[in-house]
């Protein structure tokens, strides 16, 4: 029996498919309405300006799938960006036509706000015009007329005239090679090759970007021209012109396919809405004894599935929906779900940029089965009721969270069972389009191409570490269609960022959403000036800055990514919830809590971090900053406190053993330097002192310092026992075993600590025991690897452990990451062995390449810039451009060590990074010009530095970290990313 009220609604119930289509990107006119139904779509991801780095080879976009569209839209917008640039201030952005925002590669003064301490405050434009839930209900009937009047004036010559200046040129390059390749006496191969280009030109026609407003009437004036001018191949032309005709359907009709109901009715309401309606008109009939219902079908409307601006309502409208089909179901209702969005794609030939498009279809609820506790008869009565009467029924919200998600009273989480219910199909869904998108590209790839190939040559796509920082308005309600909208856009301050996104990011992608470009006061400023901080912090990566418009491609980025940084708002928490782990999503929490986010179930939050907004730097932070970005200053005041007491033995002390001193030269040029920060003048690295590490060892009960690498971690170990003046007795001798241990003497806190360095080239331990001139490990057995893991587990009080491998790995890349991880492992085992192992500090040291030609150095180099055209790779140069890749790997299983506080056994690890110091540092080298002819080295030594020298600062740094450390471990304060 069926209620006589039910709306006529029934479809036939099929699986929409996506026809295929020629993807081109999507770009709204130039009255800002949402893109046309006969628009290309690129089947993924708009086509976006990006920014780039100085130098580079090819423009940053997305995926290979973009560059074809960069090279469309640079035609067709490149005049307008460069008058729009020439009128706008420097540093600011222009908008054109509302498409997009272009991206300005000067590094000048920014104007239009104000910079301080690196977070733009002020600037921009935004007004306040839409606050109310009437005017979001206005507004979704204002985007559907919109769509509405998409194409209605085609049929309107005027319109014709504006249009096909394009169309008039193609057709006339069929008549002009008619005249050129068709003389008098034509032969076969001319006609044929004349009539090919006639119908180049009609295909060019119809399927231009810029024909989309003229299509029909185009071809109407130009088909007779064409088929008069070649006549002799008529019939052909005739069949052409048919094909097209057929492609050139006028919108109405194909929007009447794609209709609702056969009369052509388009809903615009959500499905979530109408279903309520029939939802209570069945509950009332079933109280009234019916008991059997006709299966009815709703489907979604053309504002949820075709909405680009607003993805996170539009993605709740049709979850909205599902969790009705579920609850109605259960209880005999019989009303059913499936969005249909596809049939808006292939009815109009491709517009696959929304992610509410990709969406299975109907959505899978496989991953959690409905809970029918939760929403009964009497409840489900409730939801729709008070949906209908609300002042915004088209808000999800009212079936998600009826009740919201605070309890009013005590202003603690009560997210209720409905969006509990609903939580795992978003998550399931979302990763599910995610999958089908990596496969569409390149697996783990946002952008392919790195600036420093060199650096990278030998890894392949799976070995790329993707970051991306998300800006959006934290609310959903802008439309580009707008003139003026408010859009809150809460910018992080820039240490923010360095703390989430490791250095080991091979790419980091800012992307900014159309509306908090356009509305958004100070977003694009904020984009532009992370553009330019970010090719400081990540010289190796490669950063890009885009504004993308397709919120298929938006989403897609976000779940993806590596790494996820997002301020305040609701842009990022849906893509949040798809993700696994290295999600920072930032939540204002004063007064309250401004999104569900933070009361989402336990296992959701265990995959993501929710630290509070504004951020608050915690003390022990600076040693993820420090030594990052900066710079070298000769300092000769505070060159004496650089010199030794005692001047190291052997080879690298020869350079200061020969160095004579003159009134004008007191010290060896390398040993006159100081590290200055740039940036972060807060996080400085000072020159460490005997009792200041004293002080160290002993707040953190440290009892010993064991140093465990190669040659270059030797080197460390004997610059820090010079320092503290505990260099004696230490050979260098090759005839002598390597391994030294020292006590040194604090008498400030009246206590001792050890010294000792064992050498092991490659961190492993083959079961042997080398010595002098009989090495045991390495692929040719020419390496030298002396036990330590016992020495280490053994020990019987805490201690630091400072270790480093890769020069001796060469290009062995896949020995390297199996190597590195059995190090780490070895860490966990002996902790699970020996609690006490669990309170050491354990130190990974990144590794050093050397400079080519050290011997012509005689000074530092300003920046990275300087030192990036001298990298070196190869067996003659000891491979060491392999190096930095390799510091990228042990950092990235650094961080996932880390963030198994759970599971594991061992410490975490930090990071001593002296990469950014020592790469601008070409002097100082063993063979370098200070060194003189009385320490000639044969071959050239450019890897190693004499000491004292550069290496000191290894440990002017260490001394900085180990006092972060301290005051991290007291105030228990969260792990960041390296």
């Known amino acids: 029996m069926t209620n006589s009220s039910d709306p006529p609604e029934r479809v036939r119930r099929s699986t929409a498919t996506r026809a295929s289509s020629s993807y081109r990107p999507i770009m709204r006119g130039s009255n800002g309405d949402p893109p046309s139904c006969s628009g290309d779509g690129d089947g993924d991801s708009d086509s976006t300006y990006s920014g780039s780095q100085p130098g580079a080879i090819t423009p940053r976009y997305a995926h290979p799938l973009e560059l074809a569209a960069h090279d469309h839209e640079r035609h067709h917008h490149e005049d307008d960006d460069m008058a729009s640039m020439s009128t706008a201030p420097a540093g600011t952005t222009s908008n054109n036509n509302g498409n997009h925002t272009s991206i300005l590669r000067n590094s000048g003064a920014y104007s239009g706000g104000k910079v301080v301490g690196g977070i733009h405050s002020g600037g921009g434009s935004g007004s306040v015009t839409c606050t109310s839930n009437r005017h979001h209900i206005e507004l979704r009937n204002k985007r559907l007329a919109s769509t509405r009047r998409l194409h209605s004036s085609n049929n309107n010559n005027n319109h014709y005239d504006h249009h096909s200046s394009y169309g008039d040129k193609m057709m006339q390059l069929g008549t002009n090679a008619m005249d050129i390749f068709m003389p008098k006496r034509k032969s076969r191969f001319m006609m044929a090759a004349s009539a090919l280009v006639g119908i180049v030109g009609i295909i060019g026609v119809a399927f231009h970007p810029t024909m989309r407003h003229g299509l029909q009437p185009i071809a109407g004036t130009t088909k007779t021209r064409v088929l008069k001018d070649i006549s002799t191949f008529e019939n052909a032309n005739v069949a052409t012109a048919s094909a097209t005709g057929d492609f050139l359907d006028d919108f109405d009709q194909r929007r009447r396919r794609a209709a609702d109901l056969p009369d052509g009715t388009i809903f615009s309401e959500p499905a979530h809405t109408r279903m309520c309606r029939s939802i209570i008109d069945r509950l009332d009939a079933s109280d009234a004894g019916v008991t059997n219902f006709e299966q009815l079908i709703f489907t979604e409307s053309e504002y949820v599935c075709r909405d680009p601006d607003s993805p996170y309502t539009s993605v709740l409208n049709m979850f909205a929906a599902q969790l009705l089909d579920s609850a109605n179901n259960h209880i005999g209702l019989n009303i059913d779900y499936t969005h249909r969005c596809a049939k808006w794609e292939r009815f109009c030939t491709g517009n696959l940029t929304t992610v509410q498009f990709h969406l299975p279809d109907p959505l899978s609820t496989n991953a959690y089965a409905f809970q029918p506790g939760c929403v009964d008869a009497p409840m489900l009565r409730s939801i729709c009721t008070d949906c209908l009467a609300g002042d915004d029924p088209a808000n999800p919200d009212c079936v998600l969270f009826p009740n919201g998600y605070l309890d009013a009273q005590t202003n603690t989480c009560n997210l209720g069972c409905y969006f509990s219910q609903v939580m795992p199909w978003i998550r399931n869904n979302l990763r599910s389009i995610a999958t089908n998108w990596l496969s569409t590209v390149e697996t783990r790839a946002l952008t392919f191409w790195l600036r420093n190939a060199a650096e990278f040559s030998h890894r392949e796509k799976d070995d790329m570490e993707v970051s991306v920082v998300a800006l959006s308005c934290a609310n959903d309600g802008c439309d580009m269609s707008q003139s003026t909208c408010v859009c809150q856009f809460d910018p992080l301050p820039n240490w923010v960022y360095a703390m989430h996104i490791p250095r080991s990011s091979t790419n980091v992608a800012i992307v900014v959403s159309p509306t908090c470009a356009k509305f958004g006061q100070g977003c694009t400023l904020h984009a532009q000036e992370l553009y330019h901080f970010f090719g400081q912090l990540y010289p190796r990566a490669d950063i890009t800055y885009s504004v993308i418009t397709s919120t298929s491609s938006w989403y897609m980025r976000m779940i993806t990514a590596d790494h996820l940084v ?184 009246n206590s001792t600590f050890e010294l000792s360095y064992v050498r092991n080239d490659r961190l492993v331990e083959p079961g042997t025991t080398p010595s002098p001139g009989f090495p045991n490990c390495g692929p040719t057995n020419e390496q030298y690897c002396y036990p330590w893991s016992s020495d280490f587990s053994s020990y019987g009080g805490k201690q630091l452990l400072i270790v480093n491998t890769g020069y001796h790995w060469g290009e062995e890349w896949e020995g390297y990451i199996a190597n590195f991880q059995n190090f780490v492992g070895r860490i966990d085992e002996i902790a699970s062995a020996n609690g006490v192992r669990a309170n050491d500090v354990i130190m990974f040291r990144t590794s050093i390449p050397g400079h080519k030609e050290c011997h012509l150095h005689d000074g530092v180099y300003a920046h990275y810039g300087e030192y990036c055209p001298r990298i070196v790779n190869g067996a003659f140069w000891h491979w060491w451009g392999e190096l930095p890749p390799y510091n990228d790997y042990a950092i990235r299983i650094i961080n996932e060590w880390n963030l198994l506080n759970t599971v594991k056994s061992g410490p975490n690890i930090e990071l001593l990074d002296p990469w950014m110091m020592s790469v601008l540092r070409p002097d100082g080298h063993l063979s370098g010009s200070d060194a003189g002819p009385n320490c000639a080295m044969d071959p050239q030594e450019c890897m190693l530095y004499s000491l004292p020298g550069p290496v000191d600062w290894w440990n002017h740094l260490l001394l900085m970290q180990l006092k972060d450390v301290g005051t991290h471990l007291e105030n228990s304060s969260p792990m960041q990313t390296w």
């Open 566 to 749: 997002c301020p305040p708002g609701v842009g990022c928490l849906l893509p949040a919830i798809a993700r696994d782990a290295y999600t920072y999503v930032y939540e204002t929490t004063s007064p309250t809590v401004s999104t569900w986010l933070t009361c989402t179930p336990q296992d959701y939050l265990n995959r993501l971090t929710i630290p509070s907004y504004p951020p608050n730097f915690v003390q022990g932070d600076c040693r993820h900053l420090r030594a990052r970005v900066g710079g070298w200053t000769n300092d000769m005041a505070l060159a004496p406190s650089l010199q030794y007491s005692t001047a190291v033995d052997g080879y690298l002390g020869c350079a200061d053993t020969n160095f004579e001193a003159t009134a004008e030269d007191p010290f060896r040029a390398p040993t006159t330097h100081r590290w200055d920060e740039t940036i972060w003048a807060t996080c400085p690295v000072d020159v460490m002192t005997k009792p200041q590490l004293c002080t160290q060892m002993d707040r953190l009960g440290l009892g010993r310092i064991l140093f465990v690498g190669d040659h270059t971690t030797m080197t460390q170990a004997i610059s820090l026992a010079s320092i503290l003046g505990q260099n004696d007795a230490i050979s260098l001798d090759s005839n002598v075993v390597p391994n030294f241990s020292k006590t040194i003497s604090c008498t400030n806190t």
